[in-house]
C-alpha cells in the first residue's frame, strides 16, 4: 500500500511501577479499517487504546493519526472519540444532552445541534428517547446512545473499549453486524478491544492479537485463524490440538514430526524449514479432523491416521465436541458437525467407541513457540 | 409468647423499623418543642417557673386559656432581634461558603489519593471529634488572644510591632465556625465523590470538554447533592451557634445563640427565649423545607 498509514504508532511503551502495559509497539492502520485489538486482560490492550485518546501518556514512541503527531495534543483536542466500556453516559443528562454535549463544546450553534443529534439518534434509532434519562433505558439502548455520543463529532477515529461486553449474547449478536453496518456507512476508522475472540473475527478487516504488552499476531481473521504465528494465537483464537514431537524430516512444504507420546509420525504442512531433531508442536484445529469408525481407505502408511477410543462426548446441538484418546496416548479433540436429526437420542458416536480420526498435512501448523 | 412476637416481626417489621425512631423523635423531640412552645406563649413571672400557665384552674371547670403572642411581638418590634436574626444568617451563610470552598477542593484530593493514604486523611479529618468540642475553642482562645500564639509569631517574625486584634471579632467568629464545622461538609462530599465515575470526567474530556468546562458540566452537577447535603450541615448548626460567638466573639458579634442564653440566663425572661428559640427554627425550616424538595426532585428524577 502506498498510501500512508491512518494511525502510525511507533516504539510506543507505557509502564505502571514494574509492570509494561505496553512494549514497544509499531503499529499501522490504515483509512476505514475496522481494526480489533484482541487479548486477554492485563495484555494491554486497553492502555493501548487509552494513549490513543490521550488519557495515558506513553513513556516512550510516538503515535501520529492523519499525519499529526498526538504526543503534545491533549483527549480534548484529538480527532478521536471513544465509546467507554462502562458506556459513561452522563447520568443527570437527557439522551439529546448526552450526545449534543460534544457539539456544546465546540461551541456548534443551537439549530445545527439540534439538527445533527437528530440525525444521529435516528442513525441509532433512538429518536424516541431523546429525552429519557440513561437509567430509564436497557443496556442495548444505553450501548447505542454512547455509540450516538462518540461518532457525533465525526470523529477521525472511533475508539470502542469493549463495545458489546455488557450486552446478552443474542443482542451482542445482532449489534455485532450493526456496528459493521454502520462502519461501512460512515467509513470512520474504527479501533476495537475486546477479549472476545468470535467478536473479534465477526468485526474485523484485521486483529492484532497481543499478549503481555506485545503483538503475537497481526492479521486478517482468516489468517489468525488458519495461520497463527505463535502457540499462544492459535490457542487464544479457536480452541486447538497442540502436539508436541521432533521433527524427522523436511521437504520442501512438508515436515514430518515425531511425537514425544507415543513416537507416531505426523505430517503437517509448512512454509518454513525446520531442522531435523528440533522441538515443534503441531497444531490442528478440531473442526479440520475426520472421525469415523471404520478406518479411511488408504495406503496404510499414510500419515495422520490414528485409531483411538472416544472418552469424552459433549452434545451441543449443531456439532459435538469429542475426545479421542489415540492409541499414542495423547487426546485428540474432534467437533463433529450434526448434520443429521437423531431424534431417538442417539449419537453416531458414543463412550468408547472404537474411531479413526485423520486429517490432511494441509490442515495442520508446524508451531515453534 | 415467643411466637407471637415472630409473628408480629414477619408482619409488621417495616412498621417496627420505622416506628422506634419515629416514638424517639415524638419522646425526645416533638415532647420539648411543644414545652418550649408553651412556654413563648406565656407571661414572664417573677416565680418558679418564672412564667404563666398555659391553663388557668383557679376558676374551676372550663380552665381558661391564657395565650400571649406579646413575646413574639417583642421580637419584631426591637430591633435588636432581627438584626441579630439577620446576622447569624449572614455569619452562617459566610461560613458555609468558606466551608464549601475549602471544604470541596479538600474532598476532591481525598477521594483522589492513593491507597491508603485515603483513609489517613480521612481519619484526620474526623480525629478533631475525639477531643472536646469546647477544648478545642479554648485552644483557639489561646491561639488568637493578644499574648497567643499567632500574634507571638507575628511579632517575632517582625511583621508587625504589636499584637493585632484578633480574639472577639468577626473574624475569629469565622474562624472558629469554619474550623469546628469543616468536617460536616467534607464528609457529604466525600461520600459523594467517591462513588463518582471517574471515566464520565474522560469522556467528557473525550468530547471535547477543557478541565473547567468539565468541572462545570460533569463533576459540579454529580457532586450537588454531596454540596446541598454539606451546606445545611453547616449552616443550620452555625446558625443557632452559641459557644463559638461567646467564646470568640465577645461582645463585637452579635448572634441568635447568644441573645437567647442571655434572655434565659441573665434575664431569667423564659418566654422570650422560648420565642427566640421558635423563631430560630421557623427561620431554619426554609432551607430545610427547600432541600427537601430538592431531594425530592431527585427521586423523581
Known amino acids: 500500500m502506498t498510501e500512508q498509514p491512518f494511525i502510525k504508532v511507533r516504539g510506543l511503551t507505557r509502564t505502571f511501577g514494574n509492570f509494561t502495559a505496553v512494549d514497544n509497539i509499531d503499529l499501522d492502520i490504515n483509512r476505514g479499517e475496522l481494526f480489533v485489538l484482541l487479548g486477554g486482560s ?51 443528562m437527557s439522551v439529546e444532552k448526552n450526545v449534543a454535549y460534544g457539539l456544546k463544546r465546540d461551541g456548534v450553534d443551537r439549530a445545527q445541534i439540534k439538527l445533527r443529534v437528530g440525525e444521529m439518534l435516528q442513525m441509532v434509532e433512538m429518536q424516541d428517547f431523546a429525552k429519557r434519562k440513561p437509567h430509564q433505558l436497557s443496556g442495548g439502548q444505553r450501548q447505542r446512545v454512547a455509540l450516538a455520543r462518540s461518532l457525533i463529532k465525526k470523529p477521525k477515529v472511533l475508539l470502542l473499549d469493549e463495545p458489546l461486553g455488557a450486552l446478552d449474547k443474542r443482542l451482542r449478536e445482532q449489534t455485532q453486524f450493526e456496528l459493521m453496518e454502520l462502519q461501512d456507512k460512515l467509513g470512520t476508522t474504527f479501533v476495537v478491544v475486546t477479549h472476545d475472540q468470535e467478536e473479534a473475527m465477526t468485526l474485523a478487516t484485521r486483529i492484532a492479537v497481543m499478549e503481555g504488552g506485545r503483538f503475537m499476531q497481526i492479521g486478517t481473521p ?26 524427522t524430516s523436511c521437504q520442501p512444504g512438508l515436515v514430518d514430526v515425531k511425537t514425544k507420546q507415543g513416537a507416531v509420525t505426523l505430517q503437517a504442512q509448512s512454509r518454513d524449514e525446520h531442522a531435523v531433531g528440533s522441538e515443534v508442536s503441531i497444531a490442528v484445529r478440531p473442526e479440520k479432523i475426520i472421525i469415523q469408525k471404520t478406518r479411511p481407505e488408504t495406503e496404510p502408511e499414510t500419515p495422520n491416521v490414528l485409531h483411538g477410543t472416544v472418552k469424552e462426548l459433549a452434545y451441543l446441538g449443531r456439532l459435538s465436541t469429542l475426545r479421542v484418546e489415540t492409541d499414542a496416548g ?40 | ?102 471544604g470541596y477542593p479538600m474532598a476532591y484530593a481525598i477521594v483522589r489519593t492513593p491507597g491508603t493514604g485515603k483513609f489517613v486523611l480521612l481519619l484526620l479529618v474526623m480525629l478533631p471529634f475525639w477531643t472536646s468540642f469546647l ?9 488568637l488572644a493578644d499574648q497567643g500564639t499567632i500574634n507571638d ?115 431569667h425572661d423564659w418566654p422570650v427565649a422560648s420565642a427566640v428559640a421558635v423563631a430560630l427554627l421557623l427561620v431554619l425550616m426554609v432551607p430545610m423545607l427547600f432541600y427537601h424538595r430538592i431531594q425530592s426532585m431527585d427521586v423523581n428524577r
Open chain 1, 42 to 92: 492485563g495484555c494491554g490492550k486497553t492502555t493501548l487504546l487509552r494513549m490513543l485518546a490521550g488519557f495515558e501518556t506513553p513513556d516512550a514512541g510516538s503515535i501520529e493519526i492523519d499525519g499529526a503527531d498526538m504526543a503534545q495534543t491533549p483527549p480534548y483536542s484529538r480527532p478521536v472519540n471513544m465509546m467507554f466500556q462502562s458506556y459513561a453516559l452522563f447520568p443527570h
Open chain 1, 222 to 247: 482468516a489468517e489468525v485463524y488458519e495461520t497463527p504465528a505463535t502457540k499462544f494465537v492459535a490457542n487464544f483464537v479457536g480452541s486447538v490440538n497442540m502436539i508436541d514431537g521432533v521433527v
Open chain 1, 330 to 369: 495423547f487426546i485428540v479433540e474432534v467437533t463433529s458437525p450434526n448434520t443429521t436429526r437423531h431424534s431417538d437420542g442417539k449419537h453416531p458416536f458414543e463412550w468408547d467407541d472404537e474411531v479413526y480420526i485423520s486429517f490432511p498435512a494441509a490442515s495442520a501448523v508446524v508451531l515453534i513457540a
Open chain 2, 1 to 102: 409468647m415467643f411466637v407471637p412476637f415472630r409473628a408480629l416481626m414477619q408482619q409488621h417489621w417495616k412498621a417496627i423499623v420505622v416506628l422506634i425512631p419515629f416514638l424517639w423523635l415524638l419522646v425526645f423531640f416533638l415532647t420539648p418543642f411543644f414545652i418550649v412552645v408553651k412556654i413563648s406563649v406565656a407571661e414572664s413571672l417573677i416565680a418558679s417557673p418564672p412564667f404563666s400557665r398555659l391553663l388557668d384552674w383557679s376558676n374551676g371547670w372550663p380552665p381558661t386559656i391564657a395565650i400571649n403572642l406579646e413575646n413574639y411581638a417583642y421580637l419584631w418590634e426591637d430591633s435588636l432581634y432581627i438584626k441579630t436574626y439577620l446576622s447569624s444568617l449572614k455569619i452562617a451563610s459566610i461560613s458555609t461558603l468558606l466551608c464549601l470552598l475549602i
Open chain 2, 135 to 143: 477544648l478545642r475553642v479554648y485552644a483557639w482562645m489561646g491561639l
Open chain 2, 153 to 267: 509569631i507575628l511579632i517575632w517574625l517582625g511583621l508587625v510591632d504589636k499584637p493585632v486584634r484578633l480574639l472577639y471579632s468577626h473574624f475569629a467568629v469565622y474562624v472558629g465556625i469554619v474550623y469546628t464545622y469543616l468536617p460536616f461538609m467534607i464528609l457529604p462530599l466525600y461520600a459523594i465523590m467517591e462513588r463518582l465515575d471517574h471515566s464520565l470526567n474522560e469522556a467528557a474530556a473525550d468530547l471535547g470538554a477543557k478541565p473547567v468546562s468539565a468541572f462545570f458540566t460533569v463533576t459540579l452537577p454529580l457532586t450537588m447533592p454531596g454540596i446541598l447535603a454539606g451546606c445545611l450541615l453547616v449552616f443550620i448548626p452555625a446558625t443557632g451557634e452559641f459557644v463559638i460567638p461567646d467564646l470568640l466573639g465577645g461582645g463585637n458579634v452579635l448572634m441568635i445563640g447568644k441573645i437567647l442564653s442571655s434572655e434565659f440566663n441573665a434575664n
